[in-house]
Nanobody
């Protein structure tokens, strides 16, 4: 069993910044890819950013140049630094971790960008 604990969401004005964190614990053999997804009301869940164990990253076009994903392998933690936030970034953000062949999801954290 793997537990994912997310933190860092909240309400921020347009142009502001937030940093999300997701810490994995439990029966972790080896964490491979880690990533962040988001789901806005009425929309499908979409990939925001992902990072391999070796540090290779991938971003959705809509967040390139504004968001940065990073990870601390020793702490089994992945981060998402979000800058220049826009109202369209409003969504529930979910952490996703691939441990061996199994993927795990966090409970989600709300990010609201509004003035």
């Amino acid at each position: 069993q793997v537990q994912l604990v997310e933190s860092g969401g909240g309400l921020v004005q347009p142009g502001g910044s937030l940093r999300l964190s997701c810490a994995a614990s439990g029966s972790i053999f080896r964490i491979n890819d880690m990533g962040w997804y988001r789901q806005a009301p009425g929309k499908q869940r979409e990939l925001v950013a992902s990072i391999t164990r070796g540090g290779s990253t991938k971003y959705a076009d809509s967040v390139k140049g504004r968001f940065t994903i990073s990870r601390d392998n020793a702490k089994n933690t992945v981060y998402l630094q979000m800058n220049s936030l826009k109202p369209e970034d409003t969504a529930v953000y979910y952490c996703n971790v691939l441990a061996g062949p199994i993927g795990y999801w966090g409970q989600g954290t709300q990010v609201t960008v509004s003035s």
